[in-house]
């Protein structure tokens, strides 16, 4: 696989931004690419995935293109007062990536992902743009994090506010509220795992009952475990071969 750090100007943030991706680089294997866009978390960018994991030996022989796109501490939305993160995933980086590899340009060949704040923003913009990806997954994602205290909310993300406004729960942002809305038809794959350790498994749980109360068909496991790499770098593989079951990826 190769490896390459992307700089390009978003005009969705009005700044130079980056992302890196992780692409075939064996002549063998066919085009087009599928894509996984991977999400990293509140404290992190988009170098973490690549320098705490081994998720390059993990998708090699793949086609498969890996993005790792900078969400600063914007949980992949576009604030009330502050940048359009959503918009420079969804607008900025996907049509950089799609106008630049040999990908499919197409749902079935999207998948989204991440842990923690990029849980909850795969889980949210699998949802809201279900016509874009087929396929999502959540590692530990703070999926309920709309519908908790918003005090406690702004001790761990002091944007809290500024970012989804005072009242939040059951708005446009909120991966409950998302879901009531859409035909069940065309939800894509879903995929939620979270270490029993981990202070955010009560957010997968009451997520993991919600879906099942509305028989929305997903996966849900819990395993050993707590919020840090250790776990993330295990159970990253299991999302990929969940992505590729859903995406058809042949090595």
Not at 20 to 27: A, R
Not at 44 to 57: K, P, V
Not at 222 to 238: A, C, M, T
Request: with cysteine; net charge negative.
């Amino acid at each position: 696989m190769a490896f390459a750090t992307i700089q390009y100007f978003s005009r969705s943030l009005s700044k130079a931004s980056a992302f890196n991706v992780i692409f075939p680089d064996d002549p063998a294997i066919p085009r087009p690419w599928s894509t996984f866009y991977l999400l990293h978390g509140l404290s992190d960018d988009h170098t973490i995935w690549a320098r705490r994991t081994s998720l390059e030996r993990y998708v090699s022989g793949l086609p498969l293109v890996v993005v790792m796109p900078d969400g600063g501490r914007g949980w992949y939305t576009n604030a009330a007062e502050g940048y359009a993160y959503e918009d420079d995933l969804t607008k900025d980086v996907l049509g950089l990536v799609e106008r630049t590899f040999p990908v499919k340009a197409e749902r079935a060949g999207r998948a989204i992902g991440g842990l923690s704040m990029g849980g909850y923003g795969a889980v949210k913009l699998g949802l809201k743009h279900h016509e874009t990806f087929a396929s999502v997954n959540s590692h530990s994602g703070a999926l309920a994090f709309l519908r908790t205290d918003p005090a406690e909310n702004k001790k761990l993300s002091p944007e809290f506010e500024r970012i989804f406004g005072k009242e939040p729960k059951g708005g446009p942002e909120d991966p409950f509220a998302i879901l009531e809305g859409i035909d069940h038809g065309r939800i894509p794959a879903l995929r939620i795992d979270c270490g029993t350790e981990d202070f955010l498994i009560q957010h997968n749980r009451d997520f993991h009952k919600f879906l099942e109360d509305r028989h929305v068909p997903h996966e849900y496991e819990e395993f050993p475990g707590n919020h840090n790499w250790e776990y993330w770098d295990k159970h990253i593989q299991e999302a990929i071969a969940f992505h590729a079951r859903n995406l058809k990826l042949k090595p």
